[in-house]
Nanobody, 121 residues
Framework: VQLQASGGGLAQAGGSLRLSCAAS????????MGWFRQAPGKEREFVAC???????YYADSVKGRFTISRDNAKNTVYLQMNSLKSEDTAVYYC????????????????WGQGTLVTVSS
């Protein structure tokens, strides 16, 4: 599985961005897809994940502001980010796991290249 993330950029605090992650391969629907992020000087952290049939799970820090979704017909997962805060500034990575609804990066087998999100206050 190859993953290509896009959609990052500069946003103002309170604004919105939508990230996309396009996946190759015919087995996309069998993978849990996750988003992680890494801020400068910090460890990579879990943001959200979605199972193949659409069950979702979020980190407390983004719950109610971010929405993860997927389109299995297009082999794409999305992360809609609303009410952005300066602390959301990070490189965002999409990842694929063969396990169900995992929140630990070690459980993810495939990773995209990352897309930078910068939120100005």
């Amino acid at each position: 599985v190859q993953l290509q993330a896009s959609g990052g950029g500069l946003a103002q605090a309170g604004g919105s961005l939508r990230l996309s992650c396009a996946a190759s391969g015919r087995t996309f629907r069998t993978y849990t897809m996750g988003w992680f992020r890494q801020a400068p000087g910090k460890e990579r952290e879990f943001v959200a994940c979605i199972s193949g049939n659409g069950v979702t799970y979020y980190a407390d820090s983004v719950k109610g502001r971010f929405t993860i979704s997927r389109d299995n017909a297009k082999n794409t997962v999305y992360l809609q980010m609303n009410s952005l805060k300066s602390e959301d500034t990070a490189v965002y990575y999409c990842a694929a796991s063969g396990l169900w609804l995992r929140t630990t990066s070690d459980d993810y087998d495939y990773w995209g290249q990352g897309t930078l999100v910068t939120v100005s206050s």
